[in-house]
């Protein structure tokens, strides 16, 4: 591959340099060796992955209680939705935490509850000894899968969460069946904006992850949401054109084009690969569009199309649009899932997962068959038809069948490119 180091420092527009210092040229340290620069890489803000909680407080306000800070606050919450019928129909048809078969998936799932107990399965995180660790077979995660084989006992989460997919899930978000998911950012444009259209009085609302033991816990995040990256053959004559290619696609994105930039006047490559994204518009537009709310602009000027995309939404919400109240609470709203986004941003509340370098060799060969292993044993442990007093089988098999060797791998990477 080519040495791009020049042609980036002589042409990469200042928007292009902004972008790769977004996260302190984490992602572009990826693509450099031995400081040439390989590959332009596009990614996204890796605090879109940070991991917190959605919970109904119209049912909170049922049972007569506060918002939950702690997991043992949280854990009484989850307990009452169970057992005090918060949607008052006068069944027992509630449970406390959403959750599916899939513990560690993309959504509805269970690491946010790891990350709450300092447990970060599937992830590798950095250990006291400078050196990465598979998250699945700490202590933490044992007792995680303690508390929730209790969970499961008591009826906090749905007996019959080892038989649902996340489409099943979402149909009990929306149903009212269940008052707590663990998630991101997004969910209020989907589902809990359905929830809403159900049941008007449905009240989602975001909490940081709980304290747990007294501290503040941490999100696991990527160390970087990396999309496409952009090379150059080795000797070509004009390593430049890819960079000024960048250039002029990022321009493009701008609104001020929008006009312009149509199939009709030949502009079909809209998704050509030198496109390299702003990596921050979702913290730009939470800022600028409450920076025109606060105001009461009636418009936002701005180069950033996420910007006036939300601006626009936002002001129809509170116009009383309601059908604009997801886009609205998730992006914009100073109590939604972006601004708790940027709590957490603020206050550092992350672990990264420090593994960036793709699949190893004996992941290849073994990865798939000790995931297998992983989420069997840890879903029986859950419903208690296999005891936790076997994780400690559990860490021996794993590390035995191509866990040790991947964790070797792993640190490999690590020390050539930390
Ligand atoms: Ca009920």
Known sequence: MADLTDAYNDYASDEIKAFMEFDEGKTLDLFTEDGKILGIPSYEDPYMSAQFLWIRKDWLDKVDLAVPKSLEELETAAQAFVDQDPDGNGKDDTYGLALHKDLISWGYDARGLFYTMGAYPKTWVK??????IPGET???????LDLMSKWYKSGIIDKEFALKDTDKVVEDIVAGKVGISFGEWWYPNHPLNVSKEQDPEADWIPLELPTYKG??????IPTSRI??????KKDFEHPEAAIKMINFYQELQKPEYDDEVTAENGYVYNWF???VYKPDDFQTAFQEVNEALDQNADKVDSTNTTTLTVFEGAKKYLDGDESMWGLYFSRAAKDGGWATVERIREKGNVVY?????GTTPTMVSKGSSLEKMTDETFVKMIMGSESIDKFDDYVKNWSKLGGNKITEEVNEWYEENQ
């Open 227 to 232: 999309g496409d990256i952009t090379v150059v």
């Open 138 to 144: 700490q202590p933490e995660t044992k007792e995680a």
């Open 215 to 220: 501290e503040e816990s941490k999100t696991s």
């Open 273 to 275: 690969q030198p496109r």
């Open 353 to 357: 997962d420090e593994f960036a370098g």
């Open 127 to 132: 250990g006291e000894d400078g050196k990465l």
